[in-house]
């Protein structure tokens, strides 16, 4: 991913990703540095993955849309985001 520098939409969903997803792409998803949406719905994304992302999602200056549609991370995930998306 590293080298997808100009991709601009990302569309990973429904491939259950979890949280050992989360964990192999947040190093590698703030190299794409043009990427306006990204489409991470349906990956039993919980806290712990939340945890993991939200830093990653700080770099995405560009990123307009984020879908984490049916994904299970709660309120306690939301809490995680909510600083992330206020920059």
């Given amino acids: 991913l590293q080298y997808f520098t100009s991709l601009t939409l990302f569309d990973l969903r429904y491939n259950r990703l979890r949280v050992e997803g989360i ?42 849309s984020l879908d984490l549609r049916f994904n299970e991370f709660g309120v306690g995930g939301i809490k995680v985001l909510a600083p992330v998306l206020q920059h």
């Fill in 23 to 64: 964990r192999e792409l947040a190093p590698a998803i703030h190299h794409l540095t043009s990427l306006t949406s990204l489409n991470l719905g349906g990956n039993e994304i919980r806290v712990g993955g939340m945890e993991i992302l939200a830093p990653a999602l700080k770099q995405l200056t560009f990123l307009h």
